[in-house]
């Protein structure tokens, strides 16, 4: 009896005790919300296929004007580095020799005329008395060879007139072509001319220019095989166009046109000549500048424009935070090589209505809970990329 007695204080302090440690658990801190982050659905679109490369300047003509004929360099008639017209007179030549040798040319017309004058009435006369036989066969054969030796005389005397007037043109040293004459080679006084054509000066057309560059074999190969397989349409002739950018930095304003593509692969770099040629009407651009451009090549299709800050690298490759139906964040390892203004264009590795991390990705890890809400691109006139024009479905 008295057993039964102490047993019952016993059993209430110990459900007591149990009581208090169970109100202390449920009085634990509280569970974190899971982060917010600022998401975008990923949308298959077109975009332009882009390459960034380095080219240099080179005039889109370039004449050297050099000293046709042998004299002394009497003076220049151009300002250095200004712009000059085809025919204008650069340099001249003393023409007092060239004069002449003019002189001497005609003279020698002259007397070769006046011989071949001579040699026919000679061969007429021989010609009227050889079939009366007051001349022998030869004296007839000897008189029409003198006519005609004359007569080729006469055609030799008239061509070397004719040069002696074209040398003499040359002493007058002009611009074969519209452009930006260069500095003097040869200094006034000097003889130029004597056993080679003296380098004078040299004339660039630097309206339009062209911008040489190079582009890799295997670059030109993977765009093939993108083309074949429906991903990729590339530019007709005379369609890519290219976009350069100034030393400095600063966009060109004038778009080039791509005009020619190289037939053959230099050995040395494994790469393909390629030249455009761009307009250069207020003569801002100078051959032998180095620029960098944007070749724009054609169209790449179903790809996803993703902003900069979403897209992130270590050692395995580019990859984005995406965040699932279930709201867990899960990794996805994407291609990302080109850039289209300020996003990357994916071109694999992501799946139409991902809703990919773009804001408060330093908040999340993979396999964690995450709240998502769309994104909007916070700088002026900016846009989210899954409203970007240009939006096809994606084929199954």
């Known amino acids: 009896m008295k057993s039964s007695v102490l047993c019952t204080p016993l059993l209430c302090l110990s459900l007591l005790a149990l009581n208090a440690c169970g109100k202390g658990k449920e009085q634990g801190p509280p569970q974190m919300p899971p982060p917010e982050v600022g998401v975008i659905k990923a949308q298959p679109q077109n975009s332009p296929l882009t390459r960034d490369l380095v080219g240099r300047l080179s005039a889109y003509r370039s004449a050297d004007v050099r000293a046709r004929v042998p004299g002394v360099l009497l003076k220049r008639a151009y300002d250095e ?147 074949n397989s429906g991903n990729v349409t590339l530019a007709g002739p005379d369609k890519a166009s290219v976009q350069i950018t100034l030393p400095d930095g600063s966009a060109y304003a004038e778009a080039g046109t791509l005009d020619f593509s190289d037939a053959s692969v230099n050995p040395a770099t494994g790469s393909v000549n390629l030249r455009a040629t761009i307009p250069n009407p207020k003569h801002s651009l100078l051959p032998g500048m180095y620029v960098t451009l944007k070749a724009n090549l054609g169209q790449q299709h179903k790809v996803f424009l993703i902003p900069q800050a979403a897209v992130q690298r270590d050692t395995v490759g580019a990859f984005v935070m995406t965040v699932a139906a279930d709201g867990k964040v899960a990794r996805k390892d994407i291609t990302a090589t080109d850039m289209a203004g300020s996003n990357w264009v994916v071109t694999d590795g992501l799946a139409a209505g991902d809703q990919v991390v773009v804001s408060g990705i330093q908040n999340v890890k993979a396999g964690e809970p995450a709240k998502a809400s769309p994104w909007h691109d916070a700088t002026p006139g900016g846009s989210s990329p899954a409203k970007a024009p240009g939006k096809v479905p994606r084929g199954k």
């Open 81 to 227: 580095g200004t712009d000059v017209k085809k025919g204008q007179l650069l340099f001249q030549i003393d023409p007092a020799p060239l004069k002449a040798a003019l002189a001497a040319s005609s003279a020698a017309l002259a007397q070769a005329q006046a011989t071949y004058t001579n040699n026919k009435i000679t061969a007429k006369r021989v010609r009227e008395l050889a079939p009366k036989g007051y001349v022998s066969k030869s004296d007839l054969d000897n008189a029409l060879a003198a006519e005609r030796s004359a007569a080729a005389a006469v055609q030799a005397a008239q061509a070397n007139l004719q040069t002696a007037r074209i040398n003499l043109g040359y002493a007058n040293v002009t611009s074969p072509i519209d452009g930006r004459a260069g500095q003097q080679q040869v200094t006034e006084g000097a003889l130029v001319g004597n056993g080679d054509a003296t380098l004078l000066t040299t004339v660039d057309q630097i309206d339009p220019l062209y911008v040489n560059f190079t582009m890799s074999v295997a670059a030109m190969e993977r765009m093939r095989r993108e083309q």
